[in-house]
């Protein structure tokens, strides 16, 4: 069988085509630029032509992309947008609207020579298989993973960083171990309005997973066999954004903290891994320092076998905790999608074992 699995992050998407009649390592692999920073470079040249932009399509990551609509209004330039389409960069409309973008129906949208539209999307199948067929590469599938990071609609008053990671807590708490983050399709919570937007735009029947970014990171760390070796560990993703350490046993979580990367050098990581596994951060601290938070579930005198991964992970080398960089299948920036291969394992019974017999080969 085959499994495209895409790992879209703030600045690549990591793209494996999982097939269990080939070794790993000849699995076709590709690391190319995330959807949004496709779209801020989209978004910078519509500037530079000093042009109107409309924007249509489904909620997608923003990041990259928000900052370039910012430098386009900035620029004095005209932006609009429909509903839908506005989510990309923020939940509430109505902050899209007082950024001086206007919010337009589909069948209102501004046209001309003068307008440029831009379509938001994290799920480009049609890219994908355009970039497989140019090498030859038969484009037939069996299902679909994708990682996401959703910060989900926050309720009015709440801040996405609380939101977020109230809703991480929600799933850790029930004790089921990292694979109840993943969600068939049909199972995904309302708030979760980018995975959601992600089935949406998938224009075929086929099985599809979802998961959020650090946690299938998490996952496919395990997937190294040196990690494997260890019952207790910590395992830290480091993203180019987002940084997300679970300190687990075998695969049920002790506590996690998540914070923002570019707040985090390596003694203050090293320091928040300490004090995660003591059962001494709380979740004020990380949130007050400009993060998402922290839960401690279960506390250990004992330090723990700690793994790194992540496209920033340099940011550990020298650390005093002396953490093994995880290259699950010779190929660390494949974490996340191998994460997303194993997760559809566990979860879709039909084919688990054909796919863990390849994994495990």
Partial sequence: MR?????????????????????????????????????A??????????????????????????RALAEHLKAGLEAYATPEAATTFDDDLEEVARWGVSIVPEDKAPEGKEVERIETKDLDLAAVEKALKAFNVEARLDAIAVAVLDHGVAPPGMSDRRFRFHCLRQVAEKRKGLIAFAYLAEEIPPHLTRMKAVVQRLDRDLPLLLLDTPVAAAIGAGEDREVARHSHRVMVNVGNFHTLAF??????????????????????????????????????????????????????????????????????????????FAVPYGDMMLTGCFGLVRAF?????????????????
């Fill in 345 to 361: 394992a566990r979860r879709v019974e039909i084919w688990r074992e054909e796919i863990e017999k390849a994994l495990d080969h």
């Fill in 41 to 66: 470079q989209k978004i910078r040249a519509v500037t530079r032509a000093r042009r109107a932009v409309f924007f249509s399509g489904v909620n997608a990551g923003g990041g990259p992309s928000k």
């Fill in 247 to 324: 300190h687990c046993h075998q695969d049920v979580i002790m506590g996690f903290f998540e914070h923002h990367t570019r707040f985090l050098d390596r003694e203050k990581m090293d320091n928040l891994i300490l004090k995660l596994v003591r059962g001494e951060l709380t979740n004020e601290e990380v949130y007050n320092d400009d993060g998402h938070g922290c839960l401690i579930i279960e506390k250990s005198s004992e330090v723990p076998f700690v793994t790194v991964t992540g496209p920033q992970r340099n940011l550990m080398v020298g650390s005093k905790l002396k953490p093994y």
């Fill in 3 to 39: 499994i495209l699995a895409l790992d879209i992050g703030g600045l690549t998407q990591d793209i494996l085509l999982f097939d269990t009649t080939q070794a790993m390592e000849n699995c076709v692999k590709m690391i190319m630029p995330s959807p949004t920073s496709i779209l």
